[in-house]
T-cell receptor
Framework: QQQVKQSPQSLIVQKGGIPIINCAYE??????FPWYQQFPGKGPALLIA?????SEKKEGRFTISFNKSAKQFSLHIMDSQPGDSATYFCAAFRGGGKLIFGQGTELSVKP | NAGVTQTPKFRVLKTGQSMTLLCAQD?????MYWYRQDPGMGLRLIHY???????AKGEVPDGYNVSRLKKQNFLLGLESAAPSQTSVYFC?????????????FGQGTRLTVV
């Protein structure tokens, strides 16, 4: 049973486009929702994170939108660049230590 | 500051062999995790630990065992490797709470079971 469902699996956009990656969760005990970015051959690294009492958070070109009632959250990348090409993971954490990841989205930004 | 270090980085095992993957962190984090990464499956949690001497099962624990005898180390063991365990394994560590709750990952261990 996948506790955090992520879509799409892959995404191709042109430079300057706004890719959107969506995630949904079931367990309402989750209280911290990070997004991680992974480049080939590297471990994932934190990109941006949000708590459920906030509906939106922006950091530079990256924005998280959070819909608590729908149990969904999404990542938007403004003015995407070829250097943003990577795999993106959403995740959910709850007290007690468990940190669960989505299936990942492979993003390709074409010049 | 090394962060999270995984050893080895690469390994090829024969079916039925055993091995131990080592994860070491120097950030004094309480929480540590082992994940496996497979195409289309994302990062799946194998086992995790919320402190020295404690371990808990994640999403896909079968075929693996773990130990956390020291706070800085988290070991993942495969007693009898199977081809289905061919994967890239990542270790991570994290503080339990507060303002900084980022999980830091190692560089991964690429394991092939033939």
């Amino acid at each position: 049973q996948q506790q955090v469902k992520q879509s799409p699996q892959s995404l191709i956009v042109q430079k300057g486009g706004i890719p959107i990656i969506n995630c949904a969760y079931e367990n309402t005990a989750f209280d911290y929702f990070p997004w991680y970015q992974q480049f080939p051959g590297k471990g994932p690294a934190l990109l941006i994170a949000i708590r459920p009492d906030v509906s939106e958070k922006k950091e530079g070109r990256f924005t998280i939108s959070f819909n608590k009632s729908a149990k969904q959250f999404s990542l938007h990348i403004m003015d995407s660049q070829p250097g943003d090409s990577a795999t993106y993971f959403c995740a959910a954490f709850r007290g007690g230590g468990k940190l669960i990841f989505g299936q990942g989205t492979e993003l390709s930004v074409k010049p | 500051n090394a962060g999270v270090t995984q050893t080895p980085k690469f390994r090829v095992l024969k079916t039925g062999q055993s091995m131990t993957l080592l994860c070491a962190q120097d950030m004094n984090h309480e929480y540590m995790y082992w994940y496996r990464q497979d195409p289309g499956m994302g990062l799946r949690l194998i086992h995790y630990s919320v402190g020295e001497g404690t371990t808990a099962k994640g999403e896909v624990p079968d075929g693996y065992n773990v130990s956390r005898l020291k706070k800085q180390n988290f070991l993942l063991g495969l007693e009898s490797a199977a081809p289905s365990q061919t994967s890239v394994y990542f270790c991570a560590s994290r503080d339990p709470g507060g303002r900084n709750t980022e999980a830091f990952f190692g560089q991964g261990t690429r394991l092939t079971v033939v």
